[in-house]
Structure formats: C-alpha cells, structure tokens
C-alpha cells in the first residue's frame, strides 16, 4: 500500500462535520507547499493577520508595562485600561473585517486533515491551493495548504473539491478539531431529543 492511500484512508476514518465557513483559494505551486500559510507571498486578507500582530505588539509592551508598574504604578494602571480599550476596539473591528471581507460563506464538510467546498471553476487532482477559511460563528481564521483529492461537477453548485492539508499550523488544526468536537456533540444532542408531545 502506498503512503498516499495509507493517508487518505486515515484522512477518510476522522471526524467529519457539516459546517458553514468562507473559503478564499488560490491555486500554488508544489514549491510553495512548505511555505508557512501566513507568507505575505499568499493573498491573505488582512483580518486574518490582524490578531497575531496585536499579539507581538502586546508582547512587546507587556514587559514595558511591567516595568512601568514599578516605577509608576499609577501610570502603569493607565496604561493598560488603554490598551484594554484598544484590544476591544481591536476584537470589533476584526470581526467587522471579517463579515465585511469574507466572502459569502457555504456548506462545507470539514474535518481535522481537510474538507470539500464548491469551488467555482475545476481544479485538479494532484494539483495544490492555498486555503484561507473563515468561520463567523465560532469566530476563527485559518490559513492552510492542501492538496486537491478530487473535483466534481455538481451543476449550479460548482465543483465540489476535496482538500486534504499538507501543510497548516498546529494551533490551527486544534481550532478546527475543537469546532469539530463542537458540532459533533450538538449534532447528538440534537439527535437524542425526544420531543414530548410524541411520547
């Protein structure tokens, strides 16, 4: 058995999901595979990059703050009621960026190593996109690379297309295996209602 089946076959035994998120792709080439998904060399949008560089910023001045604690600690209390309201200011636009910049969201199937959306135009098997995925509901961007398993006219829909990622943060992988865990427990629970007006 190639190592290729031996990983779809692993691919096609994890938890899969039905889910609503905006998918942005752009086709790459095999050379770009290891490239982190956050490059600038990738069309990102820009709310996808925001968090983690509030996040440096916010590293850089925690230790600035620390010591400014020492010497003035009144100063030092201004401070970060200030950068509280700059993180809130921060958290609202980010997701004013996201709904506004996303594009229209759609039915994927998502699980931990990829999922399949519609793409509007055929893409081949074998070939490599780089993904940016986004989910207004549980509130998370995610860049990723993956391979294209296949693509199949589905009419008005487009192309289905499956993806598996070759190449995606850990961080990341655990924010969409969460999400998964998420809506596989709703689903249950959904599933084990037992209405009473049928008893």
């Known amino acids: ?24 792709y752009q086709r790459i080439s095999p050379r770009q595979i290891e490239a982190d998904p956050y490059d600038v060399r990738f069309d990102l949008p820009q709310h996808f990059t925001l968090r983690d560089e509030l996040n440096q910023i916010d590293n850089v001045q925690l230790s600035q703050i620390e010591a ?6 009144r100063l030092s209390g201004l401070m970060q009621a200030l950068n509280l309201k700059i993180d809130i200011i921060a958290q609202a636009i980010e997701g004013s960026l996201g709904r506004m910049l996303s594009p229209v969201p759609q039915r994927v199937n998502l699980s931990p190593g990829g999922l399949s959306f519609h793409a509007a135009e055929p893409v081949i098997p074998g070939s490599y996109l780089h993904l940016a995925i986004s989910s207004q509901a549980s509130s998370y961007h995610i860049a990723a690379i993956g391979r294209v398993v296949f693509c199949e006219d589905e009419d008005l829909e487009g192309f289905r297309t499956g993806v598996a990622f070759v190449n995606i943060r850990h961080h990341d992988r655990q924010v969409l295996a ?10 249950e629970v959904v599933e084990n209602f037992q209405n009473p007006d049928t008893l």
Not at 68 to 73: A, F, K, Y
């Open 1 to 24: 058995m190639t190592e290729e089946k031996i990983k779809d076959d692993e691919r096609r035994r994890e938890t899969r999901v039905n889910s609503t998120l905006a998918v942005i």
């Open 68 to 73: 400014l604690g020492r010497e003035n600690p």
């Open 178 to 187: 969460r999400d998964i865990q998420r809506k596989t427990r709703d689903h």
